[in-house]
């Protein structure tokens, strides 16, 4: 069973960094991508950042440049560094996993951090 557990979200003034961690239960080589979404109030979920299996890496056009998906293999956790954040930033931040092998593909998610940023 996959378990994704997030943490480092918080409240941070605007132009504050932030740091996410998403730690997955087992080898995060399992997925075909993990990356990070996030939800605000009244909102549709949205794709902040996604990692590849092989390393390649995509950004929403609203945080590129100031937001970096990386991962550590070895501890089977992804990060999101988040800088200059904005309050429009403020959101639920849900780490997801994919493997899309199987049919349909099968998305895993994390129970959510919160970010606030105030203005």
């Known amino acids: 069973q996959v378990q994704l557990v997030e943490s480092g979200g918080g409240l941070v003034q605007a132009g504050g960094s932030l740091r996410l961690s998403c730690a997955a239960s087992g080898s995060i080589f399992r997925f075909n991508a993990m990356g990070w979404y996030r939800q605000a109030p009244g909102k549709q979920r949205e794709l902040v950042a996604v990692?590849?299996?092989?390393?390649?890496?995509n950004y929403a056009d609203s945080v590129k440049g100031r937001f970096t998906i990386s991962r550590d293999t070895a501890k089977n956790t992804v990060y999101l560094q988040m800088n200059s954040l904005k309050p429009e930033d403020t959101a639920v931040y849900y780490c997801?996993?994919?493997?899309?092998?199987?049919?349909?593909?099968?998305?895993?998610w994390g129970q959510g951090t919160q970010v606030t940023v105030s203005s």
């Open positions: 990692i590849s299996i092989g390393g390649r890496t």
């Open positions: 997801n996993a994919r493997v899309v092998l199987t049919t349909p593909p099968s998305d895993y």
